[in-house]
């Protein structure tokens, strides 16, 4: 097993990133096939994502509407989420250039909800085309305004108590949607549509794991909503794990 450190310079919601990842439309992901039988031989790349340093205190944002709902205290924001062992939640990460391998982990329909006037889960890994539901769990009204490039671009009112559905092949193509309500300017999001199964989020301990890795030289890249994106190659060998820890700082 080979332990690699990288170091990447990140800023505070990097436009030019965003803007990248939504342009984004891989050839890759067009010609994706799933392996019959599965991959053999296949490897494995896991590790920490961690943070550089002392992370800053979280940043406030205002609760100023239907307080006597959603609460009239402001709250911390959950861009940057740090625990207490240095590691990063919800940063995503891909396996870039995997023409054929391994089947998705799910077909099943995506539930997305508004509850307690916040998005749950505020990162959402799915698969393009796939149908689901976002749902409004909440005694007010929101307005869900999805914002990408030729993903999928919703602007739309949901009751309380509600919900709207997303049909199949609505989310045209792989790429990053950014998530926010009209009403309630706090609420922020963001749906990963994957270009293949190998794309993973970092849990609330930092860690990844993406198994099932076909052996061969590949580009490992890393993007979070505040840190910015950074990539590195990683060679897979067969039957062999490769960790890589990476640390990322403001």
């Not at 990140?10 to 990248?20: H, T």
């Not at 505020?122 to 307005?143: C, E, F, T, W, Y």
């Not at 190659?233 to 067969?238: L, N, Q, R, S, Y």
Request: hydrophobic share 40%; net charge neutral; with cysteine.
């Amino acid at each position: 097993m080979s332990t690699q450190l990288i170091n990447t310079m990140g800023c505070r919601y990097l436009i030019a990133v965003c803007l990248f990842f939504l342009a984004t439309n891989s050839v890759v992901a067009a010609k994706y096939t799933v392996l019959e039988g599965g991959v053999i031989n296949g490897g494995a790349v896991s590790g920490r994502i961690l943070f550089d340093g002392t992370p800053p205190p979280p940043r406030i944002v205002k609760v100023d509407e239907d307080v006597e709902y959603c609460g009239d205290d402001d709250r911390p924001s959950e861009e940057l989420l740090v625990n207490g062992n240095s590691g990063i939640k919800n940063v995503v990460l891909s396996i870039k250039g995997i023409a054929s391998g391994k089947q998705w982990g799910t077909t099943d329909d995506f539930v997305y909800d508004q509850r307690k006037c916040k998005f749950v889960p505020r990162m959402l890994l799915i698969q393009p085309k796939v149908q689901g539901v976002v749902l409004n769990s909440d005694a007010v009204g929101h307005n869900f305004h999805t914002i990408s490039k030729g993903i999928l671009n919703i602007n739309k009112k949901i009751k309380a108590s509600a919900k709207m559905n997303v049909k199949k092949n609505k989310i045209r193509k792989p790429g990053i949607i950014r998530v926010k309500c009209d009403l309630h300017s706090w609420m922020k999001g963001w749906w990963i549509v994957a270009e293949t199964p190998y794309t993973v989020i970092s849990d609330e301990n930092g860690n990844y794991s993406i198994a099932d890795i076909p052996p061969g030289t590949y580009v490992l890249k890393l993007w979070h909503e505040v840190l910015g994106e950074s990539e590195q190659t990683v060679e897979v060998k067969a039957n062999e794990g490769t960790e890589i820890n990476v640390t990322l700082e403001l």
